[in-house]
């Protein structure tokens, strides 16, 4: 179950506001260097200094790798512990688009886990980030600790 489930006749409003807020973010903290990618990369990081995480993203897709679900479990289960907000994001062809999807040798990103730090020299304070952390709250409220947010097309 989504909040769009749960959240009544706002609901699609309210998860496109989010999904824009989310794009927002990203773009800010994607040229300050605070977007950490990949599974092993995010875990590194959160151990080295989880109180310098701002937000957790596990992207999405079709595949059903058991591996892949494993690590979501660890990594979700240690953002619960620390207070860091986490939201699985559908639509990994747009978080790439947003985030440009290639390593500098042209390799493609491991897009399964982004994690959005602090900027060295203060802590956020972004509307939109604000907005994505009051959705993950208001859906922990709901008892939807991981909530689902499609990144639509443009």
Avoid at 3 to 21: C, I, K, L, P, Q
Avoid at 78 to 88: G, Q, T
Avoid at 94 to 103: C, F, N, P, T
Avoid at 112 to 129: I, M, R
Wanted: hydrophobic share 40%; net charge negative.
């Amino acid at each position: 179950m989504t909040f769009e489930d749960t959240s009544g006749d706002n609901s699609t409003e309210r998860m496109d506001s989010v999904a824009t807020a989310l794009e927002e973010v990203l773009s800010a903290a994607l040229p300050q260097g605070c977007i950490t990618v990949g599974v092993y990369e995010a875990a590194k990081s959160l151990n080295a200094d989880p109180d310098n995480v701002v937000l957790c993203l596990l992207a999405t897709d079709d595949e059903e790798d058991v591996a892949l679900q494993i690590h979501f479990t660890l990594i979700q289960a240690f953002c619960c512990e620390n207070d860091i907000n986490i939201l699985r994001v559908s639509n990994m062809r747009r978080l790439a688009e947003i985030l440009g999807g290639v390593k500098p040798g042209g390799e493609p990103m491991d897009l399964h886990c982004v994690l959005v730090t602090n900027p060295q020299s203060s802590p956020w304070k972004d509307p939109a980030l604000s907005k994505v952390n009051r959705f993950c709250r208001d859906c922990r409220c709901l008892d939807q600790w991981v909530p689902v947010i499609n990144l639509p097309d443009r």
